[in-house]
């Protein structure tokens, strides 16, 4: 158990609906990450926020929008869903504290999206 | 973000050691050595780290090439849930994220 909480697990929508997938970051860490991982494409970076900032933006789609609040869970919202969102998304929370560069990031067990 | 590169797959039998290789030619001096392996049905898991020196911890050891442009993570006696698929990573900068290729996906057989 890396201690990042991730719901909903597994999820099954249609195209053009949204949904929004919530990350509980370990106890006390400050900085959240958002991957997504998909058959093709492997695990990609989608944003990352520092204590409730953005601090690094990766491919995200403008359909995406992701927010950290002020408890430090996170968010991940994505709309007018296509086929193609199916996808594995992860979220990760870096050690406590600043979360220096050498600070190992713990992932959870990830949240499901099927978009039919 | 400097590149890593691994082979595609390796195999490995259970109980003997694995070696498992990974160039970054192009890594710069702030760039440390990370290490994530990925479990079926999984996220990704941390493993090791390193800047210059040898790391070891108890799930593995890190050798990292006097250059730096070479390191090879060691698995001292594989076990078959050690099959899964390794990334090797540049991480610069404080706090930034994590790149990840396709990584190398290691098989242990019985």
């Known amino acids: 158990d890396s201690g990042v909480t991730q719901t909903p697990k597994h999820l099954i929508t249609a195209t053009g609906q949204r949904v929004t997938l919530r990350c509980s970051p370990r106890?006390?860490?400050?900085?959240v990450y958002w991957y997504q991982q998909s058959l093709d494409q492997g695990l990609q970076f989608l944003i990352q926020?520092?204590?409730?900032?953005?601090?690094a933006k990766g491919n995200i789609l403008e359909r995406f929008s992701a927010q950290q609040f002020p408890d430090l869970h996170s968010e991940l919202n994505l709309s007018s869903l296509e086929l193609g969102d199916s996808a594995l998304y992860f979220c990760a929370s870096s050690v406590r504290g600043r979360g220096p560069n050498t600070g190992e990031l713990f992932f959870g067990e990830g949240s499901r999206l099927t978009v039919l | 973000d400097a590149k890593t590169t691994q082979p595609n797959s390796m195999e490995s039998n259970e109980e003997e050691p694995v070696h498992l290789p990974c160039n970054h030619s192009?890594?710069?001096?702030?760039?440390?050595i990370h290490w994530y392996r990925q479990l079926p049905s999984q996220g990704p898991e941390y493993v090791i780290h390193g800047l210059t020196s040898n790391v070891n911890n108890r799930m593995a050891s890190l050798a990292i090439a006097e250059d730096r442009k070479s390191s090879t993570l060691i698995l001292h006696r594989a076990t078959l849930r050690d099959a899964a698929v390794y990334y090797c990573?540049?991480?610069?900068?404080?706090?930034?994220?994590?790149?990840f290729g396709k990584g190398i996906t290691l098989s242990v057989r019985p």
């Open positions: 106890s006390g860490d400050l900085s």
């Open positions: 990573i540049l991480r610069g900068g404080a706090n930034s994220k994590l790149t």
């Open positions: 192009t890594i710069s001096g702030t760039d440390y």
């Open positions: 926020y520092y204590n409730g900032e953005e601090r």
